[in-house]
Structure formats: C-alpha cells, structure tokens
C-alpha cells in the first residue's frame, strides 16, 4: 500500500547544497507529504534560503533551532513534527540521489527500515578521504562482530522507516553513532530491515564537518566504539545508557 512520506534534511552550513538537494527529493518523492528542513542557526544562512523557499512551495518546512546544536536532536525534533506515514532522513550533503532514493523507496514498502548501505552486495565507499573510508569499514566489522546484527552498515544515515517504530525507538546520540543506537534497537525488537546498496561519494560542495580535524575525527571515533559496547553490556536495559 502506498504512503506519504515526509523527509528530514538536518543542516547546518549547507547553504551549497539545499537547493540542489530539495529539487531532487522534490522531483523523485512521488508520495511527499514534506521537505523537513531543520536547521542549526547555520553560520551561512541556509535556514534563510530555505525560508525563501519555503515561501513558494508549502511542502517545504523549516525549523530554525537558535540554541541548539546536534545531529540526533535535529533528526529527532524533524521526526516528531512530521506527518508521513513514513520519514525518511538524510544529510544535505547526499549526493547518491536521485538513483538510491528510488531504490530505498521502491523497498520500504516490504520493510519496516530501509537503511542505504555501503556494505550491501553493489555498495561502496569513493570518498577520497581514505582514512575515513577505512576506518568506516573496520568500525563497521567491529561493531557487527560484537553486536552480532544482521545489519552492515551501521553508520549509514541514509534511512526510510515506518512511523509506528518511534513509538518504540527515538533518536538520541552525540552524533552519527545514534544511528548505531537505533538500528541495533529496531533488529532487536523484531522490526524488518533491508539494506540497499549504494556507493557513497565525497561532498561536493562545501566542507565535511570533520574533515581535516584529527582532533574531532579521532574523538567521534571514540564515540562510536563506546557506543558499541554500552549497547552490548546493557543490551537489557537500552534506557538506561
């Protein structure tokens, strides 16, 4: 059965890429309910942009968060105000479109999630910051050995799921490790989950919010592996981490 979708964009500092982005969900949705801009006070003024934007087309929403900033928080706060009967989230700096958006679609309707995968059989990595690619990978065998999920690409972010499930599942984290949260959560509470191969590129335009910062890099890394273990620990109480 067919269902309205709603999409979630989080951004901030993505002035390069929003317009791009919501003209080819815009064309490639069939079912859009709403483009869910959610906006971390961008420094670039891309919650401006999207203000102008949304002025012309009514399916176009933006949430402007002033003191806020995160990336879990701003997919959560776009989730809760959404109306679809499924949400689908994913960066603004997403440049495998229009081809996986169709592949992802085209499944979610035989699956509670579907995840775009770089580990699926037909994905890939072709971002050219190799040192990111490589640790992607290792982090992923890691984090599947010990959380023995079915699911191979835990960070992905790329995510079509049916509504009912954040009646039992939010989303919460520091930063891209919430999809780790949330994709071990739903595989253990029985949810159907698919992924779909798709080969990742590097941002087109603008920067990477961790590219060229070690610092940064190796402390999210950090995050991530901790994640993997609190989830393993605490496996029957996930309220509790």
């Given at each position: 059965?067919?269902?309205?979708?709603?999409?979630?964009?989080?951004?901030?500092?993505?002035?390069?890429?929003?317009?791009?982005?919501?003209?080819?969900?815009?064309?490639?949705?069939?079912?859009?309910?709403?483009i869910?801009i959610?906006?971390?006070?961008?420094?670039?003024?891309?919650?401006?942009?999207?203000?102008?934007?949304?002025?012309?087309?009514?399916?176009?929403?933006?949430?402007?968060?002033?003191?806020?900033?995160?990336?879990?928080?701003?997919?959560?706060?776009?989730?809760l105000?959404?109306?679809?009967?499924?949400?689908?989230?994913?960066?603004?700096?997403?440049?495998?479109l229009?081809?996986?958006?169709?592949?992802?679609?085209?499944?979610?309707?035989?699956?509670?999630?579907?995840?775009?995968?770089?580990?699926?059989?037909?994905?890939?990595?072709?971002?050219?910051?190799?040192?990111?690619?490589?640790?992607?990978?290792?982090?992923?065998?890691?984090?599947?050995?010990?959380?023995?999920?079915?699911?191979?690409?835990?960070?992905?972010?790329?995510?079509?799921?049916?509504?009912?499930?954040?009646?039992?599942?939010?989303?919460?984290?520091?930063?891209?490790?919430?999809?780790?949260?949330?994709?071990?959560?739903?595989?253990?509470?029985?949810?159907?989950?698919?992924?779909?191969?798709?080969?990742?590129?590097?941002?087109?335009k603008?920067?990477?919010?961790?590219?060229?910062?070690?610092?940064?890099?190796?402390?999210?890394?950090?995050?991530?592996?901790?994640?993997?273990?609190?989830l393993?620990?605490?496996?029957?109480?996930?309220?509790?981490?």
């Amino acid at each position: 059965m067919d269902e309205n979708i709603s999409v979630v964009i989080p951004t901030y500092n993505e002035r390069d890429n929003i317009e791009d982005i919501i003209g080819i969900i815009s064309k490639e949705v069939r079912l859009l309910e709403e483009i869910i801009i959610v906006d971390d006070n961008s420094a670039d003024m891309t919650w401006q942009l999207v203000d102008k934007m949304a002025r012309d087309n009514p399916k176009i929403k933006l949430i402007r968060r002033i003191n806020k900033k995160g990336l879990p928080e701003a997919i959560w706060e776009g989730i809760l105000a959404s109306k679809g009967k499924r949400v689908l989230w994913l960066d603004a700096d997403f440049f495998a479109l229009p081809f996986t958006l169709t592949k992802l679609l085209e499944r979610s309707s035989d699956y509670d999630i579907t995840v775009a995968s770089r580990y699926a059989d037909g994905g890939g990595d072709e971002r050219k910051e190799r040192i990111r690619v490589m640790a992607s990978r290792l982090f992923n065998k890691l984090a599947k050995f010990i959380l023995r999920t079915e699911v191979r690409d835990l960070t992905s972010g790329y995510i079509v799921a049916k509504r009912e499930i954040f009646d039992r599942i939010n989303i919460s984290g520091i930063y891209g490790e919430y999809c780790v949260r949330f994709l071990y959560e739903a595989e253990r509470k029985n949810f159907k989950i698919k992924e779909v191969p798709y080969v990742c590129l590097s941002k087109q335009k603008g920067n990477s919010k961790t590219a060229g910062n070690i610092f940064l890099f190796i402390k999210y890394c950090l995050i991530y592996i901790l994640t993997v273990f609190k989830l393993k620990l605490f496996k029957n109480a996930p309220e509790h981490y």
